[in-house]
């Protein structure tokens, strides 16, 4: 079995951020703060307070900390960024979602999306919160990426690199800075671009401090990580950090079928997907969740949905249905709502737990991948806030 290539982050970035990449990362673990801090004779606390002030308390410069001396606060500035990225695009939908085109410190894009409520499982656990009550961040974990699902704008033009730990951590800055200052992110989902199993180092470091009650402080039951299934990470996860939700995208239950959607299968096989969500399953004890997109005429069959059953094999998972959403210039079809109607009641007759993923912020570019070619086509030079009218997208990791 082979996976594809990890590629480290960019080791020299070079583009339109020079001043900021002359700085550490803030919120990277090599920028070390609490080393640099010692250096200069300050002790180890100051390290906290000043990350809860990048973090939990939003401020976007060193000069905001004004319980910090001055001098400190200076020298901060000068050997530190907080935001080494900008925001290009700030699109919002009418429903409440807002993403985020975030343009890097080598002039790479990224996308980010802030979700209010929401019905998908997939996002973690309540703890007794109304799903209304949520507010869900969708953060990347590469720029574009190599695993090539047919209908995901994200892996058309392959992966460029992986994030740092700090750009990864930031998405949740630059979403947390559109929030009011009573509200806050309260679910973390890894689906947007890339394939987070790819960088799962970085990542690893980045949802680490996410939980940081200094920060952003959200529990590890409340962060889902979307995978195609890389078996060798996957058991890497299990080992290093089961407390997180999974979800694995599978879109279709015979090997020939998904390596025609998920190229990346070809090498992997369903067999050894399966095999690997089992045993996180057993070190984790969290509930798995399978994402299935549908689509019309390629996967929506009353026999699909039995090969669906047949490969569940009973296990007690969750089975997120997720009905594609035409795109102009893409060959993909909508499902009919009858075959979506068959599909279901297969999956439920059979006892499978099946929901179907509801749409939000469809009307801008919701879905990863999306808004970074629409701005590339536009070639976008600045930040740009639209209450969108823009074309419909993709389904591949909508809507949470
Ligand atoms: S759906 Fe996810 S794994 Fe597939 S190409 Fe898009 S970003 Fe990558």
């Known amino acids: ?36 801090l010692a250096v200069r004779g300050h002790p180890a606390w100051r390290s906290r307070a000043i990350l809860r002030w ?45 993403k985020l085109l975030l343009a890097l ?36 974990s590469q720029v574009g990426c190599a695993m090539g699902c047919v209908f995901c704008a994200s892996g058309i033009d392959g992966v460029v690199r992986n994030l740092t730990a700090g750009e990864i951590l930031e998405q949740l800055v630059h979403l947390t800075a559109l929030l009011p200052a009573d509200e806050r992110i309260s679910h973390v989902v890894v689906m947007g671009m890339g394939e987070p199993l790819a960088n799962l180092d970085r990542l690893l470091v980045a949802l680490e401090r996410t939980q940081d009650r200094d920060g952003f402080g959200i529990s590890p039951r409340r962060i889902t990580i979307s995978t195609v299934g890389l078996p060798a990470a996957l058991d890497r996860l299990s080992a290093a950090r089961p407390g997180y939700h ?25 067999d050894a997907v399966m095999a690997a969500a089992d045993r996180y399953w057993e070190a984790s004890g969290r509930r798995l969740t399978f994402e299935y997109v549908l689509l019309g005429g390629v996967n929506d069959a009353a026999e699909d949905a039995r090969a669906l059953v047949r490969l569940l094999g009973g296990r007690a998972a969750l089975v997120n249905v997720i009905p594609y959403n035409a795109v102009a210039g893409m060959p993909w079809q909508e499902p009919s709502a009858a075959s979506r109607e068959r599909f279901l009641t297969v999956l439920r007759e059979a006892g499978v737990n099946v929901q179907v993923r509801r749409r939000k912020g469809h009307r801008i570019n ?33 809507i949470q």
């Open 1 to 36: 079995m082979t996976e594809p290539t990890i590629l480290p982050p960019a080791a020299s970035p070079t583009g339109s951020l020079p001043e900021a990449e002359a700085r550490a990362h803030l919120l990277d673990p090599d920028g070390d703060l609490t080393g640099w």
């Open 54 to 98: 990048a973090l939990a308390r939003r401020a976007a410069s060193f000069e905001a900390m004004t319980d910090q001396p001055a001098a400190l606060r200076r020298d901060l500035a000068a050997a530190f960024t907080i935001r080494s990225a900008t925001v290009a695009v700030h699109d919002r939908a009418e429903d409440g979602t807002e």
């Open 105 to 140: 410190a080598d002039g790479q894009r990224i996308e980010c999306v802030l979700l209010r409520g929401g019905g998908d499982p997939a996002a973690g656990d309540d703890d007794g919160e109304s799903r209304a009550e949520r507010i869900t961040a969708c953060i990347s």
């Open 246 to 270: 999974l979800a694995v995208s599978l879109h279709a239950a015979d090997d020939a079928l998904r390596t025609r959607l998920v190229p990346v299968n070809r090498s992997i096989g369903l």
């Open 366 to 398: 919701a879905a990863c991948g999306q808004l970074r070619r629409a701005a590339a086509q536009a070639n976008q030079p600045s930040t740009v806030t639209n209450t969108s009218t823009a074309p419909r997208m993709p389904p591949s990791q909508t």
